[in-house]
């Protein structure tokens, strides 16, 4: 009877136990659940419709942002014409160095009335003619306007009314990284208004220039991995939005991918001044400065922190009647602070013979100031 009620007692002992971990599993559920009741959990439930509604737009965007380049390129491509030393240049892809003993280049109309901007070595000098292809595939003769052997311009014109013209950008304000359009005839008429893409690589760029035994420099060039080749020169160098940012000028032939235009600023104050009164009288100071850039690859001695260096002065100019010195640092121009020749040129083309300038120039670390009349190119 004893070990009967001692195992009722374990039995019972057990079913008491398992109650209270009923009745804790139970609270603490409730617990649980009160707690976490008031916290707002987010299911992601995806909108497959507006998603693809997104897929769409941004697709449609991208192929309307890809149709107005096409359209801006395609509307610039139209300005961009052929110039040829010779009248008949044929067909050239097969003759060796056809884009050089025929003349071969490029040019892009600037205005309405039928100016043409383009490279010197392309047009010829000042004065002289060359033959202008436009897009029609018809032919007329250019006189040389104006041109300058030093930056590598020229601006020709044609007697035409209504032409299709390009529009200028400001060369200033170019980023490295900003996408770029080269146009022109790379090797020939027959491979007319081809376009390469590309990016701005550096600005301000400076190249050597070997010819006939003498070395030169160009300066403030804009650099592009966009192709060049020899025909292309001459040929518009345009931004995103369809502007010309510069003329194509110069490749290395030495190494791929590695093309310069001289930046549009430098000769929009003469495009601007023909368009206006269908002529432009040059002025000058008649001197030639290097950027201080340039010093150290000219005399390692020569220290100078801003302004340009006059590196050479034409005999009987204003500069040389005036006292001007090779060596002389010129660090502004009226108000204008200088560091670039391209600043210095681009404030003289806004400028007529016989208009008076002041220099702000140091030599022998001294400043001085040089009151300057300037004279006709």
Known sequence: MFRYKKAGNKKLKNIITIIVIVILTAILTILLYKMYEGINIYTYEPNLSRAATRTV???????????QVVDIVEDVTSCVVGISKIKNAGETVFLKDGTSSLGLGTGVIVSENGYILSN????????????????????????????????????????????????????????????????????GFEFQRTVTSGIISAVNRTVRIDEEGKSTYMEDLIQTDATINPGNSGGPLINADGLIIGINSVKITTAEGIGFATPINIIKPIIERYMKEEKFEEATLGIFAYDKEIIPYIDENIDIQKGIYIAQISLDSPAAKTGLKIGDIITKIDDLELNKMCDLRCYIYTKSPGDEVNLTIYRNRKEMQIRVKLGTK
């Open 120 to 187: 010197e070595h392309v047009t010829g000098s000042k004065y002289s003619n060359c033959y202008v292809t436009l897009e029609n595939g018809k032919t007329y003769t250019a006189n040389v306007v104006w041109s300058d052997s030093v930056v590598d311009l020229s601006i020709s014109k044609i007697n035409m009314k209504n032409l299709p013209y390009a529009k200028l950008g400001d060369s200033d304000n170019v980023r490295v990284g900003e996408t770029v359009y080269a146009i022109g005839n790379p090797i």
């Open 57 to 67: 737009q941004n697709i449609d965007e991208v192929k309307e942002q890809s149709k």
